[in-house]
T-cell receptor, first 111, second 116 residues
Framework: SQQGEEDPQALSIQEGENATMNCSYKTSINNLQWYRQNSGRGLVHLILIRSNEREKHSGRLRVTLDTSKKSSSLLITASRAADTASYFC???????????FGAGTQVVVTP | GAVVSQHPSWVICKSGTSVKIECRSL??????MFWYRQFPKQSLMLMAT?????????EQGVEKDKFLINHASLTLSTLTVTSAHPEDSSFYIC????????????FGPGTRLTVT
């Protein structure tokens, strides 16, 4: 079963607006990652946040992690049409590199 | 760097035939690769972990005799879907990590399999 649950399942916004999506997980983690998937393509790594970090930035992306609530959020600021994609959070399942993916949030950015 | 390729990008086959999908790390060596399956509008489901030079480890519920995995070199892992059926139609994605311990994975572009 998927450890990560994401909400919302789908998000439709206009260019220039911010997009926020959340991810919750059930067990303790070493790190949490966010990936983007364009339709019919593989996944692209966006950002990794370690369990001892609370916030991380990368360009227009901001990720927060609250280990006490077992949740993370991904904020995309000043969204662009090119940000249209599905976004997945992933947590480490074990020490061998296995990842557990959330259900994903489908983001549509309209011009 | 850290590019992973998959071949073919899409394939159509008839029921009962076998299909081989290749996953290659182009600019790095990958001792471990992962195979996922993804249904439309759903998340990725890990099928198996492919280890160079040893047997793959399969997730619970995944038939190892149906989904044969071979990782014969540090840059190539193959997934063979044997005796394919229409329900095997799916998007198959492989990934590899750099083995640095930071858990970041690099994904191939995926293979769309349609079984008729």
């Amino acid at each position: 079963s998927q450890q990560g649950e994401e909400d919302p399942q789908a998000l439709s916004i206009q260019e220039g607006e911010n997009a926020t999506m959340n991810c919750s997980y059930k067990t303790s983690i070493n790190n949490l990652q966010w990936y983007r998937q364009n339709s019919g393509r593989g996944l692209v790594h966006l950002i990794l946040i370690r369990s001892n970090e609370r916030e991380k930035h990368s360009g227009r992306l901001r990720v927060t992690l609250d280990t006490s609530k077992k949740s993370s959020s991904l904020l995309i600021t000043a969204s662009r049409a090119a940000d249209t994609a599905s976004y997945f959070c992933a947590t480490d399942r074990d020490s061998w590199g296995k990842l557990q993916f959330g259900a994903g949030t489908q983001v549509v950015v309209t011009p | 760097g850290a590019v992973v390729s998959q071949h073919p990008s899409w394939v159509i086959c008839k029921s009962g035939t076998s299909v081989k999908i290749e996953c290659r790390s182009l600019d790095f060596q990958a001792t471990t690769m992962f195979w996922y399956r993804q249904f439309p509008k759903q998340s990725l489901m890990l099928m198996a972990t492919s280890n160079e030079g040893s047997k793959a480890t399969y997730e619970q519920g995944v038939e190892k005799d149906k989904f044969l995995i071979n990782h014969a070199s540090l840059t190539l892992s193959t997934l063979t879907v044997t005796s394919a059926h229409p329900e095997d139609s799916s998007f198959y994605i492989c990934s590899a990590d750099l083995g640095t311990g930071n858990y970041e994975q690099y994904f191939g572009p995926g293979t769309r399999l349609t079984v008729t």
